[in-house]
């Protein structure tokens, strides 16, 4: 029951984030959360607070990026549990086209309910070319 609940969470804060309201994520998250998405480019993070992640979450947002999940695994007791999720991310234009696309797979660890460890693994060269799209410079 628990692992079921879990997932059926994740589930509704990743559709509060595609609809543009990120605080069902940073209310589950830690404090001192690690919040890592992994690469060289301008979305490379590697921050150890929710201030952080906050910040990091608004330019999501604000580039208008939806993570779409394909699969959500529970695992382990509430001291210690893992979420992994396979998704698409993508984004688009303001008339709707599709911009960028991206799949991977986060891997979340939480204590107690919590969000401690955060880490996304994706394809970095397609998120280089959302940078290259955006007008961004690649380094974080």
Known sequence: MYRWTVKQLAKFAFARLRHGDPRLFLALAAEDLHFRFLGQHSWAADYRSKDEARTWLRRYL?????????EIVVSGPPWNTLICTRFT?????EDGSVIYENEGVLF??????????????????RTLEFDRTLGVASDP
């Open 108 to 125: 979340d660890r939480l204590r107690w309910g919590r969000i401690r460890e955060h880490i996304s693994y994706e394809d970095t060269q």
């Open 62 to 70: 604000r580039a208008r990026l939806e993570l779409q999940p394909h």
């Open 89 to 93: 991310d993508r984004a688009t234009d």
